[in-house]
């Protein structure tokens, strides 16, 4: 850490000097009337430069030794104290004359009253200039938003010295003080003043409203750091100029404490407070209170139109209305609220229910899970979201809405224990550096259910059309293996038998029988050869002996299960393996021989039990040796992958389980049976 320099040291020592000033002056100005039991305290607190010069001098001492609050902690720390020496002078004069506004100043009051009643005349319009015009070009940390806007900030400081200048010269008794003239009135400023006078409500409001667009450009532009930082100061100096402007005296002072607590969240602690849930209260609030008041003055005009009277009981009857209806009124507009911020993340069923219903009405897979993302974002009015599947194809498929510019937040879309998909979502513009809220959070970790079903269903119909293009891919293998073989194979030894028949034709017209029985031995020959190779395509095709003896029966008479000195083989059936279709029955009988071979080739077993069990919707074969198991570095082979392969192109699966040490093998195929 860098030494701090000394000039450091001499800024925080002579702001927090000043800052001990102002508040002893702030001090000193309540202590006067109270010590004095003079009725002037309530002078004070018409206006809020006690407040201000309290709070504003302590807070601008915290920033100065902030690099990025310094030019605000000055800023503040000025501000604060004008307004302590504002509120000093109005104390000092109030006591000098008694309490008595319109008083004289007495002969022996000296220069020190006379010069305090001149600066309550304006030592209160900087103040009221720097909060409302100045504060909003210069937040968060000091300088305009541009060079463009710089002519505006020139603007603001040369009309408010104008005005202040106005204010202090003005000749006559002083604003509070009616009983003392001005010593600095002076006739020369009079045509200055009267054109300052005639544009002084016009200008302000321009400036105002300049200074106010400003702070909404600024905000605009920013990104996610900044934009919190505006937002809070914005909001504190938005909420004091309208209190200001109207709301009671008592208002005032409360609303000002809001400007140094947001210039000080802005500079030290942005990041840990949601500014969305203080100006959600703020709404709600200010909504109910107009509300309540518009009910109280319709309820008196009302009822004492009936009655005849506004006086006695009615104002009680108009309150006790009101007070029933708080709630449910509060209830209605913190709801409406909610949706007006942040869409229905305050109605998550509700929000659950329509992505259900678009879920259900959707035509496709993929387009239920565009129409769902698009209802999540919308609903919850995020800036975009996106889901993100991995396809069985290797691929991935992605639908998103909206924009996903900001800093992003992952959902991970579980099901049955595997992550089927991601939901990528764009965190709110006022949170773009923190990260998603938790109640967004907390909504979409319940909206992922839903999507991960949509998610897992579009990968089943990515599965379905894969599976689709591998049987047509199949299929057509395997017509061009038959066609291959019935052309290249069959077909010549056919036409050989032809011309054979045909030759011994001939021969036995010219009547050579020795050679016609010679070349029909050579016809005999090559037609076994053809149905041997006809058997050959047949059982590629299906194994013949399936047709001939039932599942069963093929197992007991085929493969391992007949090898002499082989293992000893048992095979048993439960329930009824008669009425399955082809497909099944052909895998479950391919899926046993592979085992029964794996048995005797590689575990070297001398005993495998081999149990059918048919269900209503399933067939289950399950093969169990006493070999010496696979050992834990081995590898899946061939003959296991397509155990594994014939399963599942049904829709089933296969489980291979064993350990070394000679504890055996199980093999368990779940085959879902065929209907239809």
């Avoid at 106010?212 to 914005?234: K, M, P, Y």
């Avoid at 999540?376 to 993100?388: D, M, S």
């Avoid at 083989?569 to 592979?594: H, M, N, W």
């Avoid at 834990?632 to 070394?660: F, I, N």
Wanted: aromatic share 6%; charged share 20%; net charge neutral.
């Amino acid at each position: 850490m860098q030494p701090v320099r000394a000039l450091d040291r001499v800024a925080q020592w002579a702001a927090r000097t000043l800052a001990v000033v102002a508040i002893g002056l702030a001090s000193m100005a309540i202590a006067l009337p109270l010590l004095s039991d003079l009725p002037y305290l309530r002078y004070l607190f018409e206006s809020p430069e006690v407040v201000v010069a309290v709070t504003f001098s302590a807070t601008g001492a915290l920033l100065v030794h902030q690099p990025r609050g310094r030019t605000m902690g000055w800023l503040l720390l000025g501000t604060g104290i004008v307004s302590a020496a504002y509120v000093a002078s109005v104390s000092y004069t109030a006591w000098v004359l008694d309490g008595v506004e319109s008083a004289p100043l007495p002969p022996d009051a000296g220069s020190l009253a006379l010069f305090t009643a001149w600066l309550t005349n304006w030592a209160w319009l900087p103040v009221w200039l720097v909060v409302s015009t100045v504060l909003p070009q210069l937040v968060p940390e000091g300088r305009p938003l541009s060079r463009a806007w710089w002519p505006l900030l020139g603007a603001t400081v040369l009309f408010g010295a104008l005005v202040v200048v106005e204010f202090a010269t003005t000749p006559g008794p002083l604003g509070i003080f009616s009983g003392v003239e001005n010593p600095l009135g002076a006739s020369t400023f009079s045509t200055l003043r009267g054109g300052l006078v005639g544009a002084l409500d016009p200008v302000l409001v321009v400036l105002l409203v300049l200074s106010a667009l400003s702070v909404v450009v600024r905000f605009v532009r920013a990104d996610g750091t900044e934009r919190r930082q505006i937002g809070w100061c914005g909001y504190a100096v938005v909420l004091t100029v309208l209190v200001a402007n109207f709301g009671p005296s008592w208002a005032v002072n409360l609303a000002v404490l809001f400007i140094p607590a947001g210039l000080a969240m802005a500079t030290l602690r942005y990041r840990l407070y949601d500014l969305d849930f203080v100006v959600n209260r703020t709404v709600v609030t200010g909504v109910l209170l107009g509300g309540a008041a518009l009910v109280y003055v319709a309820l008196v005009a009302w009822v004492g139109a009936l009655v005849g009277t506004s006086q006695g009981m009615v104002p009680l009857v108009a309150v006790f209305a009101i007070a029933l209806a708080f709630h449910p009124a509060r209830v209605r507009v913190q709801r409406a609220v909610d949706r007006l911020f942040h869409g229905r993340r305050g109605d998550p069923f509700g929000l659950l229910r329509d992505v259900d219903r678009t879920l259900r009405e959707a035509d496709s897979p993929r387009q239920a899970m565009a129409e769902a993302i698009r209802t999540v974002q919308e609903g919850l009015r995020l800036p975009g979201a996106a889901v993100v599947v991995p396809m069985p194809d290797g691929t991935e498929y992605r639908t998103e809405s909206g924009a996903l510019d900001t800093q992003l937040g992952d959902i991970p879309l579980q099901l049955h224990g595997e992550q089927v998909g991601t939901l990528t979502v764009a965190s709110r513009p006022a949170r773009r550096d923190v990260g998603l809220d938790q109640a967004d959070l907390h909504v979409l970790t319940a909206l992922a259910g839903p999507l991960a079903s949509a998610a897992y269903a579009l990968r089943l119909s990515g599965d379905l059309e894969a599976s689709r293009r591998g049987l047509v891919d199949s299929r057509e293998e395997e017509r061009r293996r038959l066609r291959r073989d019935l052309h290249d194979g069959l077909g010549p030894q056919l036409a050989g038998v032809v011309m054979g028949a045909d030759a011994v034709r001939l021969t036995l017209q010219r009547g050579d029988h020795e050679l016609a029985a010679d070349l029909a031995k050579n016809i005999a020959d090559q037609a076994r050869t053809a149905v041997d190779d006809v058997r050959r395509l047949v059982s590629g095709l299906r194994p013949p002996v399936l047709d001939d003896l039932g599942l069963l029966g093929a197992l007991r008479s085929s493969g391992p299960a007949t090898f002499h000195g082989g293992p000893q083989v048992s095979i048993r059936s439960e329930g009824c393996l008669t009425d399955l279709s082809a497909a099944v029955e052909v895998a479950a009988y391919r899926i046993t021989q592979e085992a029964l071979t794996n048995a005797v080739r590689h575990a070297c077993a001398s005993a495998v039990e081999v149990l059918l069990r048919a269900e209503p919707d399933a067939v289950t074969v399950r093969v169990s040796d006493n070999g010496r198991g696979i050992p834990a570095e081995a590898t899946r082979g061939v003959g296991l992958a397509s155990m594994c392969e014939r399963a599942e192109e049904l829709g089933g699966w296969c489980t291979v389980s064993g350990a070394a040490h000679g504890t055996g093998t199980t093999i368990i195929a779940h085959l879902p049976r065929i209907h239809g």
